[in-house]
């Protein structure tokens, strides 16, 4: 990969993805109840849909002979272990603001690389459908009287 900035940009959108509260929570497993069914099923979903883009990011930066760094979760991810998902879907829904923002800014540095621009747009997309995701959970979660979902 000859462009820094372009190796750099992937591998912060590789981070974003990978590194994801999401992501985190397959590892944290929140407390979930009766009724939170859809929900843990949209999270899973998004899951498996960072996944995937996870690996086609690493294998582009791979072949392209440029080094996969994975980085690391926020610190404040840890606070959320064991949480009830009605408490968490807040948390969720204003980390996913965040990732489309960062994401927005990779899509725009990696605009030079038609490939790795599309992988970027792709990302991007999903992200935003993620959160329209969460938001809805979010606004269901409000409706049923819990003050704290709405972020």
Not at 97 to 102: G, L, M, N, P, W
Not at 103 to 109: P, S, V
Not at 131 to 139: H, I, K, M
């Amino acid at each position: 990969m000859s462009n820094p900035g372009t190796y750099q940009a992937l591998n912060r959108l590789l981070t974003i993805l990978y590194r994801s509260l999401p992501m985190y929570l397959t590892y944290a497993s929140p407390w979930t109840r009766r009724g939170d069914e859809r929900a843990t099923e949209a999270l899973r979903r998004i899951v498996d849909d960072q996944q995937q883009l996870s690996t086609r990011v690493a294998g582009y930066i791979i072949e392209h002979e440029g080094r996969v760094e994975l980085g690391d979760y926020p610190l404040d991810f840890p606070d959320t272990n064991d949480l009830a998902f009605d408490y968490l879907i807040g948390k969720l829904v204003t980390c996913q603001k965040s990732d489309v923002a960062a994401l927005e800014r990779c899509a725009a540095q990696l605009r030079d690389d038609r490939e790795a621009a599309a992988l970027a747009d792709e990302a991007l997309g999903s992200a935003r459908a993620h959160l329209e995701t969460l938001e809805e959970l979010a606004d269901e979660v409000t409706k049923q009287g819990v003050s704290w979902a709405k972020p």
